[in-house]
DNA sequence: TTGACCTGGTTGCATTCGCAACTATAAAGG
DNA sequence: CCTTTATAGTTGCGAATGCAACCAGGTCAA
């Protein structure tokens, strides 16, 4: 491998490409928590996450939150609901709606993986230093509204 | 849904979860390019713009640079020899390594995509501001290099 | 009320992924 | 040499994904 200058644009400098690195590098030791742990995928772990953040809501509702295809959603809700950490009610306003809530045990597992999250965050952004930290928000919320 | 708080962590302040988000949202217009245009999976362009960029090296390298599994590199490799982007020979001092390098025509579509991927950088890039983006570059790197 | 269209949610199917097991070669130590 | 251990790369298999098709319930207008 020669690590000299060819002509073309430069992967080291493309942002999606760098994004997409954090994000997992990120993700990969707080995955063990939610999976090893709980066996829970990522994407039944984002569904725990914003019920448990926001309440009860719809699978809509969540995927215009979260920015997840309705049939990943709709699968997470499947298992979530197959081990009791969500129920599902019918809307009374809506026939083809469920409201989704968290069972008691739900918001125990939420409660617990959220402590763990917590203090990863933290970690996470201790080695950055608060300054950073802080624009890094900001920053990854303007890429994420311009959608 | 309600959007009063709840107690327990912030999902919207999780900073692996905003970058998951932000790269996902970064990546979306930029993968109908390699994948509509070039019939490209991610994982395959990413290996074409290493080979591009760097040179040829064998599926180890490229593993160790981009940190991804080598069995999607094995995988994306095996795709690219077959689409014609991409030569294997054999390694003359590791009988079982392989030395990876694109073809003529790899070369072409990695310079073709290169210039679409240069564009929608310096589009995002001008989106954030200058300043934000080269912050936002330095911080990427220390997460990823601190995996 | 009826018909045309829209929307919340699920399912089928082909593709991709992740992990473990495997093959073949290399390296190190006796 | 021969045995042991490590490494490059592939493959099998179950799980997760993406997309299109589908079902059932709303919406709106004539």
């Given amino acids: 491998m020669t690590d000299q200058d060819r002509p073309g644009f430069d ?64 699968r997470a809700v499947a298992a979530l609901d197959r081990g009791g950490l969500l129920r599902r009610r019918p809307s009374d306003t809506d026939g083809r709606a469920e409201i989704l809530d968290l069972t008691d045990r739900g918001q125990g597992v939420f409660a617990e993986i959220g402590l763990c999250a917590r203090d990863y965050d933290l970690a996470l952004r201790q080695r950055l230093g608060a300054g950073a930290a802080g624009d890094l928000t900001r920053v990854l919320r303007a890429i994420i509204a311009a959608r």
Same sequence: chains 1, 2.
Wanted: charged share 25%.
């Fill in 11 to 74: 992967l080291d400098e493309f942002l999606p490409y760098l994004l997409n690195q954090a994000a997992e590098a990120a993700s990969l030791g707080f995955q063990e928590i939610y999976r090893d742990r709980y066996g829970l995928t990522r994407t039944q772990w984002r569904v725990l996450a914003n019920l448990g953040r926001f309440g009860a809501m719809t699978a809509r509702d969540i995927c215009a939150i979260s920015h997840v295809e309705k049939t990943k959603v709709s």
